[in-house]
């Protein structure tokens, strides 16, 4: 299984909402990244986890609050939000936090409207 | 401070044609370079990367990528595009210190339109 999943595929929301977009992995990677996308734009580093615990928090409004339960999943709570957070959510993971021992497998995203 | 530079913002080439896409990075000292696609509405997805050794890589779906230390560049090359290779791809780098994907710094993107 050499896949990232995320859920879910599209998610609207209204800005008093609470929702969450959930990521799973099975590969056995102790890493796990959230990036935000905005259209025609490079993925930008929200977040990152480390055997479970947050090792980066870019500066990102406590509007997102991430979540690692456990070594397999990522979630992302979303409060509050903004018109200006709507975006493609992607999680990723790699076997560990380190840059030269392989490659990031990112899912498909959570396409996020906020109205 | 490390920069990735992809001079071309989008790129129009005939099915069955030859494609390069540019990269120029900066680093200061040995950098690790990736090369990723996202199709419409999807992920990202790992054609290459380059850490050491020979300096023309191999990739997925027909694809290399040669590191020209002397010119700073990581250029994507694919000898015969197909219809499917539409998409939008980002050339990033890396730090050999580690660090992990935090480390990691994309490119704005090249967006690959094929004729047919």
């Known amino acids: 299984d050499t896949e990232v999943t995320q859920t879910p595929k599209h998610l609207v929301m209204g800005m008093t909402n609470k929702k969450s977009l959930k990521c799973e992995q099975h590969?056995?990677?102790?890493?796990m990244y959230w990036y935000k996308q905005k259209a025609k734009k490079p993925p930008e580093l929200m977040f990152v986890?480390?055997?479970?615990?947050?090792?980066i928090n870019e500066s990102v409004p406590s509007r997102f609050s991430p979540e690692c339960p456990n070594s397999s999943l990522l979630n992302l709570h979303l409060h509050a939000l903004q018109p200006e957070d709507s975006a493609l959510y992607l999680c990723?993971?790699?076997?560990?936090?380190?840059?030269?021992?392989?490659?990031?497998?990112f899912g498909e995203g959570s396409r996020l409207t906020v109205l | 401070a490390q920069s990735v530079t992809q001079p071309d913002i989008h790129i129009t080439v005939s099915e069955g044609a030859s494609l390069e896409l540019r990269c120029n990075y900066s680093?200061?000292?040995?950098?690790?370079l990736f090369w990723y696609v996202q199709s419409p509405g999807q992920g990202l997805q790992l054609l290459l990367k380059?850490?050491?050794?020979?300096?023309l890589v191999q990739g997925i779906k027909g694809f290399e990528a040669e590191f020209k230390r002397s010119q700073s560049s990581f250029n994507l090359r694919k000898p015969s595009v197909h219809w499917s290779d539409a998409a939008e791809y980002f050339c990033?780098?890396?730090?050999?210190?580690?660090?992990?994907?935090?480390?990691?710094?994309f490119g704005k993107g090249t967006h690959l339109i094929i004729q047919p």
């Open positions: 590969m056995g990677h102790r890493a």
């Open positions: 986890y480390s055997y479970e615990k947050l090792s």
């Open positions: 380059y850490f050491s050794g020979d300096t």
């Open positions: 680093y200061g000292a040995t950098p690790y």
């Open positions: 990723a993971s790699s076997l560990v936090r380190s840059i030269n021992t392989g490659e990031l497998f």
């Open positions: 990033a780098v890396g730090g050999s210190s580690g660090g992990g994907a935090d480390g990691l710094t």
